[in-house]
């Protein structure tokens, strides 16, 4: 399958991990939104959040983001999950962005 995000994963790319277990990656976004933009990916591969197919998928790779914040030193965030062209998601591997390092607005644009 041609999807970066799992070159990614496998490693076929090489990138600089922030932060990885058995089951996610993380990694600093090409593209930075904050001073701190780093994407919080699942190893294998789901499209969207609306194919997540477990509770545990969900959980490894939310309960990566605090982890990855506390070993940045980073105590607020911005978490956005795009679903969908329409929300703004580009690459269809799920993945969290994790931004901070600058206020953030709401609503969201
Ligand atoms: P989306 O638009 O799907 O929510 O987010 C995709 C994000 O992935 C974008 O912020 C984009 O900058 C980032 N991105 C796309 N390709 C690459 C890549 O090859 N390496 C890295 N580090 N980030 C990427
Ligand atoms: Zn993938």
């Known amino acids: 399958m041609d999807c970066i995000f799992c070159k990614i994963?496998?490693?076929?790319?090489?990138?600089?991990?922030?932060?990885?277990?058995?089951?996610v990656i993380a990694f600093n976004d090409l593209n930075p939104q904050a001073p701190v933009h780093f994407l919080v990916v699942p190893k294998k591969h789901y499209e969207s959040l609306n194919t997540i197919d477990s509770k545990e998928a969900f959980a490894d790779i939310f309960s990566a983001v605090p982890k990855i914040c506390e070993k940045l030193g980073v105590k607020e965030y911005r978490t956005v999950v795009n679903t969908g062209e329409s929300a703004g998601q580009s690459v269809f591997h799920i993945h969290v962005h994790v931004m901070a390092g600058r206020e953030f607005t709401w609503p969201a644009g």
């Open 9 to 23: 994963a496998n490693k076929e790319i090489p990138s600089n991990f922030i932060y990885e277990d058995e089951n």
